[in-house]
Nanobody, 115 residues
């Protein structure tokens, strides 16, 4: 059973930055795509960013140019750097590991963008 633990959420003003971290309990990046999802109140969970086993990345249109997903294989950690944050980025952010037949989720971390 893979454990994913997120950290780095919090309250930030519009235009500010946060970096989320997701630490995996074992070395899985070579076989799992790693993603960040978010869910705002009353809305469905949506994929924000993903990095594949080959290292390619993809982003939700509304965060392109502002968010960057990266990973540190030695630390079994994936990051989401979020810049130029907007109030509409407010949500619980979840880390995800997916290889089709096996999918794991972290517990989520709250990001609130407000003045």
């Amino acid at each position: 059973q893979v454990q994913l633990v997120e950290s780095g959420g919090g309250l930030v003003q519009p235009g500010g930055s946060l970096r989320l971290s997701c630490a995996a309990s074992e070395s899985i990046f070579s076989i799992y795509a790693m993603g960040w999802y978010r869910q705002a109140p009353g809305k469905q969970r949506e994929l924000v960013a993903v990095t594949t086993t080959g290292g390619s990345t993809n982003y939700l249109d509304s965060v392109k140019g502002r968010f960057t997903i990266s990973r540190d294989n030695a630390k079994n950690t994936v990051y989401l750097q979020m810049n130029s944050l907007k109030p509409e980025d407010t949500a619980v952010y979840y880390c995800n590991a997916d290889r089709g037949r096996d999918v794991y989720w972290g517990q989520g971390t709250q990001v609130t963008v407000s003045s």
